[in-house]
């Protein structure tokens, strides 16, 4: 695999503010895209998905955005709270064939009171 | 609880020596998936299992095994041959290979 930095993009966000967590995905033929929460030492906590027929989806204080021209994906978050604190990746997925997941590297998200 | 058990959460290896990471699941998912997780990066596959009784290589199986001979267990193994083991290594499922991956807590593998 790709070697990639030991140190991760850091996002501060103040108590209250909203954040938004950016990734590039590699391949345009990905189709299933989501969001994981990794808190230090447990393991990544689903947050949301979007499928590549949709641009937007919502769910509770979080929204994803699709940009398949670009092959952006951000997740929103509102509100940010103490407990936002944590790791974030994305995952891309092409499906039908084999079906893996690849994920990024990752961004830290640090909120501040 | 339905979820995903992986343990010990602590492991430790000796030079020349396999260990074998547990993965139980009881959530009745088809899919299991092994991922290895270095600090300050993303995850990157081992192995995964779609269906009983069969297991593909992901990105970086070498020095590893795995066996998927009950639905909800998925072991992994690793080998002698692996000789940078030191990792966080995750565990996951999921209903069918195209939905989202629940994972366990992980196992942190040390080398002594």
């Known amino acids: 695999g790709e070697s990639v930095g030991l140190h991760l993009p850091t996002l501060s966000v103040q108590e209250g503010d909203n954040s938004i967590i950016n990734c590039a995905y590699s391949?345009?033929?990905?189709?299933?895209f989501i969001w994981y929460k990794q808190e230090s030492g447990k393991g990544p906590q689903f947050i949301i998905d979007?499928?590549?027929?949709?641009d937007k989806r919502q769910g509770q204080r979080v929204t994803v955005l699709l940009n398949k021209t670009v092959k952006h994906l951000s997740l929103q978050i509102a509100a940010t709270q103490p407990g936002d604190s944590a790791v974030y990746f994305c995952?891309?997925?092409?499906?039908?064939?084999?079906?893996?997941?690849?994920f990024g590297t990752g961004t830290r998200l640090q909120v501040t009171l | 609880d339905g979820g995903i058990t992986q343990s010990p959460k602590y492991l430790f290896r000796k030079e020349g020596q396999n260990v074998t990471l547990s993965c139980e699941q009881n959530?009745?998912?088809?899919?299991m998936y092994w991922y290895r997780q270095d600090p300050g990066q993303g995850l990157r596959l081992i192995y995964y299992?779609?269906?009983?009784?069969?297991?593909q290589k992901g990105d970086i199986a070498e020095g590893y095994s795995v066996s998927r001979e009950k639905k909800e267990s998925f072991p992994l193994t690793v080998t002698s041959a692996q000789k940078n083991p030191t990792a966080f290594y995750l565990c996951?499922?999921?209903?069918?290979?195209?939905?989202?991956?629940?994972f366990g807590d992980g196992t942190r593998l040390s080398i002594l």
């Open positions: 959530l009745n998912h088809d899919a």
């Open positions: 979007i499928r590549s027929n949709m």
């Open positions: 299992s779609q269906i009983v009784n069969d297991f």
């Open positions: 995952a891309e997925m092409r499906t039908g064939t084999a079906s893996k997941l690849t």
């Open positions: 391949n345009s033929a990905s189709d299933y």
């Open positions: 996951a499922s999921s209903i069918l290979a195209d939905r989202p991956q629940h």
